[in-house]
């Protein structure tokens, strides 16, 4: 439910600003890169209006939506930059840009909005995120000083120099939806600051100003930008936290599937599901090594949008054992680099840019290599790495142990079944509550457990019994009297 709020603090901070309406002008098209490719344009997209006139106190109105929906808790990092630079963007046409800092300060975040085209917005935040070339130049200067950057008008020459030769690269392989011969645009950008400290910045590149942009437009939008630093700041630390806790809760279900399960597979499956939620990757694998040749053989796959992924069997000089041992590696997926994979085929199908490989090491030696694989580059943190480091430690010992208990298996003469399943302790209780009629929801209300443990935990039982659904299973515990 929305709350009607008084503008408070943040519309105080702003005030109302006058010299920024939204800007009464004939239709045309204009296109040029800015600073490392940043696209700014004034052409009207056929998805958004054009030509409006400015309604007055249309800008105080969006700003203090604006206060409503940054205040609200549950929205993340993004979501943040996304209703700024959209609010923004209503108030003054142009390219307005959020760069916001990651706990990684290699890597920042950019989110992008253009009102009047944002087809140009998206071909920006798709440039960055590319890992290709990138539109942190002017943002750079400001993050790295702490000072506003403040451009009233740039010639296209001056425009030209100011442009990376891996920008130059991206626009020649990738056409902007619009491109004509460009003219000057202005340029502004503030830090946003939070805690004393700078944690991105906010700019605006408007092509073909009306008017120049002054220093009262800087003071104008600086309150902005620190209203936003502070809400995406906060907005991270409670997102941190509850990935935390989630990965916390994630370890905890892998070490109960391994406990509880003796099946290699369903144990894998588990893990990557736990890696496909706490890493944010799209997709991931398990290859284990076959001891007899040292080949690596595909175990368990999640999140290839494939339906069927062959059984992949690959040379032991694909992934050389050494380098196993080795912390994890990432690779770039894009041009001759899939040239080097034996999976290219597959890979290109699937649309991937970003890979990891971690090594699985049991015993000091290795056992086989988890697989990570993202459309789009990968940011790491060293919180992120040790949460990969903690899940190929337990996927290794899955996959050693499941080793021996084959070894044993197989030296082991078998024995006949008799009596009580063996079950444990936790499984024992799971079965109580499946002879009740207990849903896997209350069942995992009850124990402190996820939905897809306890799922997990049924088909564990119900393959031990040899029963075909919870209706069998609990008919044979009751008739056979295991409870």
């Known amino acids: ?26 239709p045309f098209i204009t296109s040029r890169p800015g600073e490392s490719g940043i696209l700014v344009t004034d052409a009207p997209s056929p998805e958004a209006p054009g030509g409006e006139k400015a309604v007055p106190g249309e800008s105080n109105h969006v700003l203090a939506d604006l206060n409503d929906r940054i205040a609200d808790g549950r929205l993340g990092p993004e979501a943040i930059l996304n209703a700024v630079t959209s609010a923004l963007s209503r108030i003054r046409q142009g390219t307005w840009v959020a760069y916001l800092i990651g706990k990684d300060p290699r890597t920042v975040k950019v989110v992008a909005a253009n009102e009047k085209n944002p087809q140009m917005a998206r071909y920006l935040e798709d440039m960055h995120r590319s890992g290709e070339a990138s539109g942190l130049a002017f943002a750079d200067r400001v993050i790295e000083t702490g000072e506003a950057l403040l451009l009233p008008r740039l010639t296209r020459e001056d425009f030209l120099n100011t442009l990376r030769s891996e920008v130059h ?20 950008v503030v830090p946003m600051r939070a805690r004393g400290a700078t944690v991105g910045g906010l700019a605006l590149y408007e ?10 437009d800087l003071d104008w939008l600086q309150p902005i930008a620190d209203r936003t630093g502070l809400a995406a700041d906060n907005a991270q630390l409670y997102a941190d ?21 003796g099946d290699l597979r369903l144990t894998l499956q588990v893990i990557l599901d736990h890696v496909l939620a706490g890493l944010g990757v799209d997709a991931a694998d398990v ?9 690596l053989v595909s175990s368990a796959h999640a999140g290839f949008r494939s339906t069927s992924v062959p059984e992949y069997r690959l040379d032991a000089g ?40 971690a090594g699985l090491n049991a015993r000091s030696r290795p056992v ?36 021996m208990s084959e070894a044993l298996r197989q030296a082991t003469p078998a024995t006949p079944f008799a009596g009580a399943p063996k079950l444990s302790n936790l499984e024992r209780q799971i079965l109580g509550l499946v002879v009740e009629g207990t849903t896997n929801g209350a069942i995992a209300g009850a124990l402190h457990l ?28 009751t008739r056979e009297g295991w409870m």
């Not at 092509?207 to 009262?216: D, V």
């Not at 936290?241 to 399960?261: I, K, T």
């Not at 290859?287 to 080949?295: H, P």
């Open 318 to 357: 694909a992934i050389p054992h050494g380098r196993l041992q080795d912390r994890p590696r990432f690779e770039i997926l894009t041009g001759g680099a899939l040239s080097h994979f034996q999976r290219r085929t597959l890979f290109a199908r699937e649309g991937f840019r970003a890979y990891c490989a």
């Open 368 to 403: 086989g290599v988890l697989e990570l694989f993202h459309r789009s580059a990968l940011e790491p943190d060293d919180e992120w790495l040790g949460f990969l480091d903690a899940i190929a430690g337990f996927t290794a010992v899955a996959v050693d142990n499941a080793a």
């Open 287 to 295: 290859m284990v090594i076959d001891q007899s040749d040292g080949s």
């Open 450 to 477: 996820s939905q897809s443990t306890v799922k997990f935990h049924v088909r564990q039982i119900l393959q031990k019994v040899g029963a075909g659904n919870r209706t069998e299973l609990a008919r044979l515990a």
């Open 241 to 261: 936290a509850n990935s935390r806790l989630e990965r916390l809760a994630a370890v905890r279900s892998v070490s109960l599937a391994m406990a509880g399960s």
């Open 207 to 216: 092509a073909r100003p009306s008017a120049p942009l002054t220093q009262q």
């Open 1 to 26: 439910m929305h709350n009607s709020r008084p503008r408070g603090a943040f519309h105080a901070a702003v005030g109302d600003r006058k010299g920024l309406p939204i800007l009464d002008r004939e």
């Open 169 to 188: 690269s991206y626009l020649a392989k990738r056409t902007p939806p619009a491109m004509v011969p460009w003219v000057d645009v202005a340029v502004m």
